[in-house]
């Protein structure tokens, strides 16, 4: 039987103003989604974390998480008060939005991993990846077109319904993605997704969002691929130590590849043996495309097992849900909601449409 991917949506946010400003449109905007959303087994949480769970279980944790992000992003934190504001839900529904991937947390045994990133530097450097989550997000990719009134700058951030980073570029032409990593025990701390956000609001280059990671107070581990117009690097975080690398040409998958990580990456044998086919495909992708090559070529990529990772029909199992390119010198967004092999491109760009 032949394989037919289901196709998905993508909702357009536009988001103007101050932190608390944004929030309350991205609340507004995404309204009814939001209140569907948390309505669902409790964002889907039910999935991972019982069927029966519900907020009061978990209040405790998203207060300690809110100390972190109010101290280490405290715009963010303004937005995420925004979104609670705007979307009439509680402070407590807002923040569980953005720590989904804390909550559910992981089992070293069942996690098999997720995404498949590159970065390449030269005449049009550029930052590509799949992007492959369990909970069946695929109906639940947003990008969010931000305009901050602090600064001028603009960005473009692909991410999930109430969430307010996960990936993304902006206008001073730095891109940030990022891989699943496991090592050590996931603490308290700004989580990683708002932690790509805030780096997207607030760096310029590579080498200003490699000192901001080392002072952060990151939740637990992960890897982030940075671009710019002149440089990629790859950030490896694993129990409060970053690990850099650098290149003209940079593929990661979800093992550690830093010598000094090997000993503590805690992704199971299965996972770790996917992740390599995964990062040795991409590699000879690369290699075989050559440097001049277009969005196109990239997706054709990504709707390639092993990269393009296949729905199992579990919700609790890893499937690519998006797959995007980001060119950093022409600030364009490329994406494909859903199984890259059914979705159409779609692509973004700054200066944004009046």
């Known amino acids: 039987m032949t394989y037919m991917p289901r196709r998905a949506g993508l909702d357009v946010i536009d988001l103007k103003g101050g932190a608390k400003a944004r929030g309350i449109q991205l609340g507004r905007q995404s309204h009814d989604r939001i209140h569907a959303f948390l309505g669902d087994g409790l964002a889907r949480l039910d999935a991972f974390l019982g069927k029966d769970i519900a907020l009061k279980d978990i209040e405790d944790k998203l207060h300690r998480f809110s100390v972190e992000i109010e101290k280490e992003a405290p715009a963010l934190f303004e937005e995420i008060q925004g979104l609670s504001e705007g979307a009439g839900i ?167 590849l830093d010598p000094a990580f090997e000993p503590v990456d805690e992704l199971n044998i299965f996972a770790r043996n996917g992740s390599r086919r995964r990062l040795e495909a991409c590699r000879a992708w690369l290699t075989s495309l050559g440097e001049d090559c277009t969005s196109a070529d990239y997706f054709r990529m990504f709707a390639e097992e092993p990269i393009c990772v296949s729905d199992t029909g579990k919700r609790t199992v890893e499937k690519t849900v998006a797959a995007v390119v980001m060119d950093p010198l022409n600030l364009a967004l ?21």
């Open 334 to 354: 490329h994406v494909r909601a859903g199984d890259p092999r059914a979705g159409d491109t779609r692509s973004f760009k700054m200066p944004f449409p009046n």
């Open 90 to 256: 509680s402070l407590d529904e807002a923040l569980l939005l953005q720590l989904r991937r804390e909550l559910i947390g992981y089992n070293r045994t069942l996690t098999s991993g997720d995404c498949t990133t590159f970065a390449r530097t030269g005449a049009v450097p550029v930052l590509g990846q799949t992007i492959d989550l369990a909970g069946d997000l695929d109906d639940c990719v947003t990008v969010m077109r931000v305009h901050y009134e602090e600064t001028q700058d603009t960005s473009l951030i692909l991410s999930f319904v109430g969430l307010l980073g996960y990936l993304g570029l902006n206008s001073r032409g730095l891109a940030v993605g990022l891989n699943l990593v496991l090592a050590g025990d996931w603490g308290t701390g700004l989580p990683p997704y708002l932690a790509i956000r805030h780096l997207i609001d607030t760096c310029a280059s590579v080498d200003e969002a490699i000192d901001t990671l080392s002072r952060l107070n990151i939740a637990n581990s992960r890897s982030f691929m940075l671009c710019d117009t002149k440089s990629a690097a790859f950030v490896e975080l694993a129990n409060g130590s970053l690990a850099v690398h650098r290149g003209h040409e940079l593929v990661h998958a979800n093992h550690y």
